[in-house]
């Protein structure tokens, strides 16, 4: 029972972040294909990775991440900014502009957090928040990536 739900809820993130992707597709306000939004999204969790790490992570070679990253800073969804302690380094970082096409499924989970507030006590916030944390920090361990931080725009 528990899977069935946990599904069913994390489908209907990934659902309606697709209809708001479709609805921006039309309006050719975005030029990601599904493999570059995917690695997007995963540069943007890594937050600031090289592009060494990024290839680690997705498991490609340096040349294929490489590729994608180019392909990325073209568009306009990261960029390369050479590293302080290490100048031979660069850490990718993501732009406005996927922050922006990022808020499109951060602002539904924003909706569904508040409708939770309305419809649950603090204390089942809490627990639910308790059990969320745990299930990110100690059952998920095999997705190694820093916390999220939300950005509230």
Do not use: W
């Not at 568009?75 to 499109?104: A, C, M, P, W």
Request: hydrophobic fraction near 40%; charge should be negative.
């Amino acid at each position: 029972m528990l899977e069935q739900t946990l599904s069913e809820v994390y489908t209907k993130f990934k659902i309606h972040f697709y209809q708001e992707m479709f609805n921006h597709l039309h309006s050719r306000e975005t030029s990601l294909t599904t493999v570059e939004m995917f690695c997007v999204e995963v540069i943007y969790a890594l937050k600031n990775p090289t592009v060494a790490e990024f290839a680690n992570f997705i498991n490609v070679s340096s040349p294929n991440a490489a590729y994608k990253v180019n392909s990325l800073i073209k568009k306009g969804y990261i960029e390369k900014i050479q590293s302080e302690t290490d100048r031979r380094e660069y850490h990718l970082v993501v732009t406005d502009k996927y922050i922006n096409y990022f808020n499109l499924s951060q602002k539904y989970v924003n909706t569904v957090v508040e409708r939770a507030q309305d419809y649950f006590t603090p204390e089942q916030i809490a627990f639910l928040d308790d059990i969320l944390r745990d299930m990110s920090l100690e059952l998920m361990k095999d997705v190694a990536i820093p916390p999220v931080s939300i950005n509230p725009n």
